[in-house]
């Protein structure tokens, strides 16, 4: 299976800073087509997960432009340009290379 | 607007069986696949199974494989999971996820509630 390591466990930010979130794969997820296949989902307390980037880098409808998501291969980052108070939770990336789908362990976001 | 409203969970006793339901509404549903995901108390996420558009090809994650059988009916616009040999470890909120396309391999664009499974002697 492959297996997904994401750092730091928790990130306490200020409102209108940035923030990033690593997301390593034991795996390779570039597929032979040139897409890797990571997506980032943010569950907020209480409530489902919600997509924010799928095939590493594409942004979900709906989701605001200071959503980012880069890297290829084993090493992926997840970043916010400037966190506002509704962006606390915690973020997981999900590979989607091969069964079983697996998440890296999650990243809490916390506001200071 | 898009719904997928969970059901069926409980409290069961190890060794058991239940089966919980997602049932979809606003959209085309027997044109996308579903999955189950589901997360422990106080855990991250864990993927569980995923049924096709047509129901013919479906997969499970290791820890469930050989207990668990996911199925659909289009005609009422609902997918299944049904559990058996529950485990301790099986409790959890079950989310079911609507997929994007028609691929295993789509971004989860749509999610549920959940339903809360709890295994207890």
């Known amino acids: 299976d492959i297996v997904l390591t994401q750092s730091p466990l928790s990130q306490p930010v200020t409102p209108g800073q940035p923030v990033s979130i690593s997301c390593r794969s034991s795996q390779s997820l570039l597929h032979t087509n040139g897409i890797n296949y990571l997506d980032w989902y943010l569950q907020r307390p209480g409530q489902s997960p919600q997509v924010l980037i799928y095939?590493?880098?594409q942004r979900a409808s709906g989701v605001p432009d200071r959503f980012s998501g880069s890297g290829s291969g084993t090493d992926f980052t997840l970043r916010i340009s400037r966190v506002e108070a509704e962006d606390v939770g915690v973020y997981y990336c999900?590979?989607?290379?091969?069964?079983?789908?697996?998440f890296g362990g999650g990243t809490k976001v916390e506001i200071k | 607007q898009m719904q997928l409203v969970e059901s069926g969970g409980g409290v069961v006793q190890p060794g058991r069986s239940l089966r919980v339901s997602c049932a979809a509404s606003?959209?085309?549903?027997?044109?996308?696949?579903m999955h189950w995901v589901r997360q422990a108390p106080g855990k991250g996420l864990e993927w569980v199974a995923v049924?096709?558009?047509?129901?013919?090809?479906?997969y499970y994650g290791d820890s469930v494989k050989g207990r668990f059988t996911i199925s659909r009916d289009n005609s009422k616009s609902t997918v299944f999971l049904q559990m058996d040999s529950l485990r301790l470890e099986d409790t959890a909120v079950y989310y079911c996820?609507?997929?994007?396309?028609?691929?295993?391999?789509?971004?989860?664009?749509?999610w549920g509630r959940g339903t809360m499974v709890t295994v207890s002697s």
């Open positions: 999900m590979q989607l290379l091969q069964i079983p789908l697996t």
């Open positions: 996820a609507k997929s994007e396309g028609v691929s295993w391999r789509d971004v989860f664009d749509f």
């Open positions: 606003g959209f085309t549903f027997s044109n996308y696949g």
């Open positions: 095939l590493a880098s």
């Open positions: 049924i096709s558009y047509d129901g013919h090809n479906i």
